[in-house]
């Protein structure tokens, strides 16, 4: 019988055979791969294999622990689809200040109940199987997302009538009702999509007119990618931002940007950004309606009418704070400054370079939580107690507001804060899209590391993540495991890859890197199997994780288990290097208590001004 099978593929070429064999190679991977981005825990799982592709399947993967193909699996599709129930669901937000919440749920489920028999289900059978209610965080007046889903046999075509829904007693309920359907007769708003043409991101030049940088769409997308980068993970996701930004411009606005030395040292140059958790920035959007009421307050008490510039950046160019000046240049018809007073992000007010060079370099200041209410804080003991007051009254306005502290001189901005980190960002972002273009995945951290001096310190895969928001801060820390051999389809070594440093080179194969962090990530450290640990980057350096595959920076909110990452240290700028600088801003600031060893000497970036304008 074996003599008879094999003479029946003896014609087969043994090239074939090879190419039968790296196929079931690659189906085995291509299936680990995905399992293992499905997971939301390192433990093996068990798998459900149905549909005809499943007899392909090998008989054990990595991650899995038992396979399960159950008899008919081949026609699991269409029995599914036979005998799937009709669904319905309703998901609305209710405004239960003053009412009752049984009473919205009752009739909420009426309406999943109805929608689920309009969409085909019988009435006899349908029924109500799920309620979500889900406090809106926030937001006041009780606002309660509810979700309820109803299901049913699927009907036999014939026509039922269903039962309306009755009228409320609530006066306030058939107000919505009415206005319902008024609604409903207005014609829609739509927004069709503008053409772009195709930039090449190669060749773009930016708009330089005189002294002054005319940003275009494009070089708002460049600084948001660089903002991201710098912010090690803090600072907020400056995507929204952006979004509000390209609105301006597509309004007809402007937004300019402008350096340091066009400008007298007399000159006042206006601060301001957002405090509290990136996670809970990543919720509540950030508009810049209430940083330009905390400014205008504070400007109010200070006598303040007129800037010559701004530098809207919570005193930081990462994260979404190094765009906020962007926005403001709308409202006060000002120009932005190249450059912020820390050259990354740090979680803390304290934490910005003039507060330990001069004195009074956060008070006054005042804070907006965007609902009416502003606080002023005109005097304090030390700076550190500026953190802490706001701290807990950006807590109660719910770990997001706008603060402005004092103006500065334009001298004092030059001399104590990190000049074009605007152009750091555009350069860093634009490094980014152009290997996106070039579909250069692998050349990303490379690029990023010409622009300035850093090492890659790992290539993995997130295994562990923990994170929690308290006290205004999200807190957590993670854990990066090597990749496989064949896991790296997408990020394998060739001559684009950035080195290692001689750190995360020296530690064992089945090392992890793990970092902490305090809204930006503060260390990383190799740790071996027998939980022996060395430190290989600290603040105040950079240390930033970007998605291995898109090249995008990546949010500690954003952090999440099996996603490819590559984990990049940048050198901090020299301010921070003094004795007093690192009191504020090394690994003891944040309650780490080992040395801080600097990656190498700061490169100073060039101005897009003053390249661009010659």
């Given at each position: 019988?074996?003599?008879k099978?094999s003479s029946?593929?003896?014609h087969?070429?043994?090239?074939?055979?090879d190419?039968?064999?790296?196929?079931k190679k690659?189906i085995?991977?291509?299936?680990?791969?995905?399992?293992d981005?499905?997971k939301?825990?390192?433990e093996d799982?068990d798998?459900l294999?149905?549909g005809?592709?499943?007899?392909?399947?090998?008989?054990?993967?990595?991650?899995?622990?038992?396979?399960i193909?159950?008899?008919?699996h081949?026609?699991a599709?269409?029995v599914?689809a036979?005998?799937?129930s009709?669904s319905?669901e309703?998901?609305?937000?209710?405004?239960l200040?003053?009412?009752?919440?049984s009473?919205?749920?009752?009739?909420?489920?009426r309406?999943?109940?109805?929608s689920?028999?309009q969409?085909?289900?019988?009435?006899?059978?349908a029924?109500?199987?799920?309620v979500?209610?889900?406090?809106i965080?926030?937001?006041?007046?009780?606002?309660t997302?509810?979700?309820?889903?109803?299901?049913?046999e699927l009907?036999?075509?014939q026509e039922?009538?269903?039962?309306?829904?009755?009228?409320?007693?609530?006066?306030?309920?058939?107000?919505?009702?009415?206005?319902?359907?008024?609604?409903a007769?207005?014609?829609?708003?739509?927004?069709?999509?503008?053409?772009r043409?195709?930039?090449?991101?190669?060749?773009y030049?930016?708009?330089?007119?005189?002294?002054?940088?005319?940003?275009?769409?494009?070089d708002?997308?460049?600084?948001?990618?660089?903002c991201?980068?710098?912010?090690?993970?803090?600072?907020?996701s400056?995507?929204p931002?952006y979004l509000?930004?390209?609105?301006?411009l597509?309004?007809g606005?402007?937004?300019?940007?402008i350096?340091?030395?066009?400008l007298?040292d007399?000159?006042?140059?206006?601060?301001?950004?957002?405090?509290?958790?990136?996670s809970v920035?990543?919720?509540?959007?950030?508009?810049?309606?209430?940083?330009?009421?905390?400014g205008?307050?504070?400007?109010?008490?200070?006598?303040?009418?007129?800037?010559s510039?701004?530098?809207?950046?919570?005193?930081?160019?990462?994260g979404?704070?190094?765009?906020?000046s962007?926005?403001?240049?709308?409202?006060?018809?000002v120009?932005?400054?190249?450059?912020?007073?820390m050259?990354?992000?740090?979680?803390m007010l304290n934490q910005?370079?003039?507060?330990?060079?001069?004195?009074?370099?956060?008070?006054p200041?005042?804070?907006?939580?965007?609902s009416?209410n502003?606080?002023?804080?005109?005097?304090?003991?030390?700076?550190?107690?500026?953190?802490?007051i706001?701290?807990?009254v950006?807590?109660?306005?719910?770990?997001?507001?706008?603060l402005?502290p004092?103006?500065l001189?334009v001298?004092?901005?030059?001399?104590f804060g990190?000049?074009?980190?605007?152009?750091q960002?555009w350069?860093?972002?634009?490094?980014?899209?152009?290997?996106?273009?070039m579909?250069?995945?692998?050349g990303?951290?490379?690029?990023?590391l010409?622009l300035q001096?850093g090492v890659?310190?790992f290539?993995?895969?997130?295994?562990?993540?923990s994170?929690?928001?308290?006290?205004?801060?999200?807190?957590?820390?993670?854990?990066?495991?090597?990749?496989?051999a064949?896991e790296?389809?997408?990020?394998e070594v060739?001559?684009d890859?950035?080195?290692?440093s001689?750190?995360?080179?020296?530690?064992?194969a089945d090392a992890t890197?793990?970092?902490?962090f305090?809204n930006?990530?503060?260390?990383?450290?190799?740790e071996?199997?027998?939980?022996?640990?060395?430190?290989?980057?600290s603040?105040?350096?950079?240390?930033?994780?970007?998605?291995?595959?898109s090249g995008?920076?990546?949010?500690?909110p954003e952090?999440?288990y099996?996603?490819?990452?590559?984990?990049?240290?940048?050198?901090g700028h020299p301010l921070w290097?003094p004795?007093?600088?690192?009191?504020?801003?090394d690994?003891?600031?944040?309650?780490l208590y080992?040395?801080f060893?600097?990656?190498?000497?700061?490169?100073?970036?060039?101005?897009?001004?003053?390249?661009?304008?010659?």
């Amino acid at each position: 019988m074996q003599a008879k099978n094999s003479s029946g593929v003896a014609h087969v070429s043994d090239d074939v055979v090879d190419k039968a064999k790296n196929f079931k190679k690659s189906i085995q991977r291509l299936l680990e791969t995905v399992v293992d981005r499905m997971k939301m825990s390192p433990e093996d799982c068990d798998l459900l294999l149905v549909g005809g592709g499943s007899i392909i399947a090998p008989a054990t993967l990595k991650g899995v622990k038992n396979i399960i193909i159950p008899k008919y699996h081949e026609v699991a599709n269409p029995v599914g689809a036979a005998i799937a129930s009709v669904s319905g669901e309703v998901d609305t937000i209710q405004i239960l200040h003053g009412k009752s919440l049984s009473e919205a749920l009752e009739r909420i489920k009426r309406q999943a109940v109805e929608s689920a028999v309009q969409m085909g289900a019988d009435p006899e059978t349908a029924r109500v199987v799920d309620v979500t209610v889900l406090p809106i965080q926030y937001v006041t007046y009780q606002a309660t997302r509810i979700i309820v889903r109803a299901i049913g046999e699927l009907g036999q075509g014939q026509e039922r009538e269903v039962p309306s829904e009755p009228r409320s007693d609530d006066p306030e309920e058939d107000m919505e009702d009415k206005d319902d359907e008024e609604r409903a007769d207005v014609e829609p708003i739509i927004h069709n999509p503008t053409p772009r043409d195709r930039i090449d991101y190669t060749t773009y030049r930016p708009n330089i007119v005189g002294k002054k940088w005319i940003l275009s769409e494009t070089d708002l997308f460049f600084i948001m990618e660089g903002c991201g980068i710098l912010g090690t993970g803090g600072g907020g996701s400056p995507y929204p931002a952006y979004l509000i930004c390209r609105q301006i411009l597509r309004d007809g606005g402007s937004i300019r940007i402008i350096d340091h030395t066009s400008l007298n040292d007399d000159d006042v140059v206006a601060r301001g950004g957002f405090m509290g958790s990136p996670s809970v920035g990543s919720e509540r959007i950030r508009s810049g309606e209430h940083l330009r009421m905390a400014g205008l307050e504070l400007a109010k008490y200070c006598g303040i009418t007129k800037f010559s510039a701004t530098l809207w950046l919570a005193d930081e160019i990462g994260g979404s704070n190094g765009m906020q000046s962007l926005q403001m240049t709308k409202y006060y018809g000002v120009p932005a400054l190249d450059g912020d007073l820390m050259g990354r992000a740090y979680p803390m007010l304290n934490q910005v370079d003039p507060v330990y060079n001069r004195p009074n370099a956060l008070v006054p200041c005042s804070l907006n939580d965007d609902s009416g209410n502003t606080v002023l804080l005109t005097t304090v003991k030390n700076e550190h107690f500026v953190e802490s007051i706001m701290r807990v009254v950006t807590t109660d306005m719910g770990s997001s507001a706008a603060l402005c502290p004092p103006p500065l001189a334009v001298r004092d901005a030059k001399d104590f804060g990190v000049p074009r980190s605007q152009s750091q960002a555009w350069r860093m972002g634009r490094a980014v899209a152009i290997c996106r273009q070039m579909n250069d995945m692998k050349g990303i951290a490379k690029a990023i590391l010409k622009l300035q001096n850093g090492v890659c310190l790992f290539v993995g895969k997130i295994i562990d993540v923990s994170r929690e928001v308290r006290a205004g801060f999200t807190w957590g820390q993670v854990r990066i495991a090597r990749l496989r051999a064949d896991e790296l389809e997408d990020t394998e070594v060739n001559d684009d890859t950035p080195s290692f440093s001689e750190d995360a080179q020296e530690v064992v194969a089945d090392a992890t890197m793990l970092i902490p962090f305090q809204n930006e990530n503060l260390c990383a450290y190799m740790e071996n199997p027998d939980g022996s640990r060395k430190v290989v980057a600290s603040v105040p350096d950079l240390i930033t994780i970007l998605d291995s595959q898109s090249g995008s920076h990546l949010g500690t909110p954003e952090y999440s288990y099996g996603l490819r990452v590559t984990v990049i240290a940048l050198a901090g700028h020299p301010l921070w290097r003094p004795e007093n600088g690192l009191k504020v801003g090394d690994p003891s600031a944040f309650g780490l208590y080992h040395a801080f060893v600097p990656l190498g000497e700061y490169k100073d970036p060039r101005s897009v001004i003053a390249e661009y304008g010659a």
